[in-house]
């Protein structure tokens, strides 16, 4: 059974209790003679209690439990007003409704903050009652974070995981994980550093910061960040043990100090790759470990998705380079597709044999075979489609109709385990059989 039904079942059962005191009648009218029985019960009961003036928002009573979970003493606990720790208004709490039985309740969902400065999630239940003649809210408060959040980290995380797929940018994902994050930690300043071990330097996809401008590129050594990409170890650091590794020489001031940062390493199964962060200048309780935790959570896909788009960058300046390679290439080069189609045909292939490249893309590579040679040009097709490398000297025929004697090497071609075509090397061999013909 979940607590709130717990606590709702408890509070009937309370209403009951008091209904039999004689005193107390149907409109839940706690008189002098009965208000210490219902003050003991209150003050010991296990559930969090508070009593409120209905007038203005004054907290008039609470008991220990109260005290213990807000984190106030009793003295200091009824001088404040529920404003101080409700983000919503007295008002929110007005609208107390007769349920069945004669119960005047209701249940509110509110975010309250416990001396510490940190919100908690909670689910209050409020009823009316009058007690020493003024008219009170007797508040149950039942602490809901922990489910709360867990119900909002998945769904963070799932909306992360799916920009995450579909992002193709660094920058504006990261932005896009800067602003959910917002939603549960102080993101105002928010920067991803990634680490260039060839240069020895830290760079910058993103940077938000009230104090210091994006230094763009940065060596960083020293600082708390590249301790964090150091360590492996994620951080919730505030002054006292930015002060300690101060001492301990791990880490020196570099940018303007923050009261509170956290730091989470950008790990990947080939190592720490850069760093996550988040700081405060101005608030020290700014974070808690959940943030911590929660951070975490996020830098995976962060990491993830910068390592894929770096593989993807890659991919492209290695493809770009193989297509200069093979078009400037002093040898013919074709791809054809399993069916032995041209799909691509370097310049020195259109020389060779005397093609545009629109004459040729499209067509069958059997162009250029003289008919007495098709049996030998399909078994080729046939062995490269065993993935086997294939290396002969045999005949080819220009466009004029000009035979030549040429090498062919076939280099066969796989993605995701299945063959998608061959690639086709094009030697002239004319001049060789020119001078071995002159050496006979």
Same mark, same amino acid.
């Given at each position: 059974?979940?607590?709130?039904?717990?606590?709702?079942?408890?509070?009937?059962?309370?209403?009951?209790?008091?209904?039999?005191?004689?005193?107390?009648?149907?409109?839940?009218?706690?008189?002098?003679?009965?208000?210490?029985?219902?003050?003991?019960?209150?003050?010991?009961?296990?559930?969090?209690?508070?009593?409120?003036?209905?007038?203005?928002?004054?907290?008039?009573?609470?008991?220990?439990?109260?005290?213990?979970?807000?984190?106030?003493?009793?003295?200091?606990?009824?001088?404040?007003?529920?404003?101080?720790?409700?983000?919503?208004?007295?008002?929110?709490?007005?609208?107390?409704?007769?349920?069945?039985?004669?119960?005047?309740?209701?249940?509110?969902?509110?975010?309250?903050?416990?001396?510490?400065?940190?919100?908690?999630?909670?689910?209050?239940?409020?009823?009316?009652?009058?007690?020493?003649?003024?008219?009170?809210?007797?508040?149950?408060?039942?602490?809901?974070?922990?489910?709360?959040?867990?119900?909002?980290?998945?769904?963070?995380?799932?909306?992360?995981?799916?920009?995450?797929?579909?992002?193709?940018?660094?920058?504006?994902?990261?932005?896009?994980?800067?602003?959910?994050?917002?939603?549960?930690?102080?993101?105002?300043?928010?920067?991803?550093?990634?680490?260039?071990?060839?240069?020895?330097?830290?760079?910058?996809?993103?940077?938000?910061?009230?104090?210091?401008?994006?230094?763009?590129?940065? $060596? *960083?050594? @020293?600082?708390?960040? %590249?301790?964090?990409?150091?360590?492996?170890?994620?951080?919730? =650091?505030?002054? #006292? &043990?930015?002060?300690?590794?101060?001492?301990?020489?791990?880490?020196?001031?570099?940018?303007?100090?923050?009261?509170?940062?956290?730091?989470?390493?950008?790990?990947?199964?080939?190592?720490?790759?850069?760093?996550?962060?988040?700081?405060?200048?101005?608030?020290?309780?700014?974070?808690?470990?959940?943030?911590?935790?929660?951070?975490?959570?996020?830098?995976?896909?962060?990491?993830?998705?910068?390592?894929?788009?770096?593989?993807?960058?890659?991919?492209?300046?290695?493809?770009?380079?193989?297509?200069?390679?093979?078009?400037?290439?002093?040898?013919?080069?074709?791809?054809?597709?399993?069916?032995?189609?041209?799909?691509?045909?370097?310049?020195?292939?259109? $020389? *060779?044999? @005397?093609?545009?490249? %629109?004459?040729?893309?499209?067509?069958?590579?059997?162009?250029? =075979?003289?008919? #007495? &040679?098709?049996?030998?040009?399909?078994?080729?097709?046939?062995?490269?489609?065993?993935?086997?490398?294939?290396?002969?000297?045999?005949?080819?025929?220009?466009?004029?109709?000009?035979?030549?004697?040429?090498?062919?090497?076939?280099?066969?071609?796989?993605?995701?385990?299945?063959?998608?075509?061959?690639?086709?090397?094009?030697?002239?061999?004319?001049?060789?059989?020119?001078?071995?013909?002159?050496?006979?």
């Amino acid at each position: 059974m979940s607590e709130e039904k717990v606590v709702t079942r408890d509070l009937h059962s309370f209403m009951e209790r008091l209904r039999a005191i004689p005193s107390i009648d149907s409109d839940q009218v706690v008189t002098r003679r009965s208000e210490d029985i219902f003050l003991s019960a209150f003050h010991t009961h296990p559930a969090i209690q508070l009593l409120v003036s209905s007038e203005t928002g004054t907290i008039v009573d609470v008991n220990q439990t109260a005290c213990d979970f807000y984190g106030y003493t009793y003295q200091d606990f009824v001088t404040l007003n529920i404003t101080s720790i409700s983000t919503q208004p007295l008002s929110s709490l007005s609208e107390i409704s007769s349920l069945p039985g004669g119960t005047r309740t209701a249940q509110y969902s509110l975010h309250h903050r416990i001396s510490s400065g940190e919100f908690r999630d909670v689910t209050a239940f409020a009823m009316d009652l009058t007690l020493f003649r003024r008219s009170l809210l007797w508040l149950t408060i039942v602490d809901v974070t922990e489910e709360s959040r867990s119900r909002k980290v998945r769904a963070l995380l799932l909306d992360i995981n799916e920009a995450a797929s579909m992002a193709d940018d660094i920058s504006a994902f990261i932005g896009l994980v800067r602003d959910r994050l917002s939603g549960f930690l102080d993101t105002t300043n928010f920067y991803v550093a990634l680490y260039d071990e060839s240069e020895e330097t830290y760079h910058f996809p993103f940077f938000a910061d009230e104090e210091d401008e994006n230094p763009s590129s940065a $060596r *960083l050594e @020293g600082s708390m960040t %590249d301790y964090i990409r150091r360590t492996g170890r994620s951080l919730l =650091v505030d002054a #006292e &043990l930015a002060e300690q590794l101060t001492r301990m020489g791990e880490i020196h001031l570099i940018g303007s100090p923050s009261k509170i940062y956290l730091g989470v390493p950008l790990k990947t199964p080939h190592g720490i790759i850069g760093v996550i962060v988040v700081q405060h200048y101005r608030d020290p309780v700014a974070y808690h470990e959940s943030d911590l935790d929660l951070l975490e959570f996020a830098s995976g896909p962060v990491a993830v998705l910068i390592e894929r788009l770096r593989a993807e960058s890659a991919l492209r300046d290695s493809e770009a380079n193989f297509r200069s390679f093979i078009r400037e290439s002093a040898e013919g080069i074709v791809f054809t597709d399993p069916n032995d189609i041209l799909l691509t045909v370097n310049r020195e292939f259109q $020389r *060779l044999f @005397g093609y545009s490249a %629109d004459e040729l893309v499209g067509r069958h590579n059997n162009v250029i =075979v003289p008919e #007495e &040679l098709r049996a030998e040009s399909d078994s080729l097709v046939v062995q490269a489609g065993e993935e086997k490398m294939l290396k002969i000297d045999s005949v080819r025929r220009k466009k004029d109709g000009t035979l030549i004697d040429v090498s062919i090497m076939g280099v066969p071609i796989r993605r995701d385990d299945k063959p998608i075509g061959t690639y086709w090397v094009y030697r002239d061999l004319s001049e060789q059989r020119r001078a071995e013909s002159l050496q006979s």
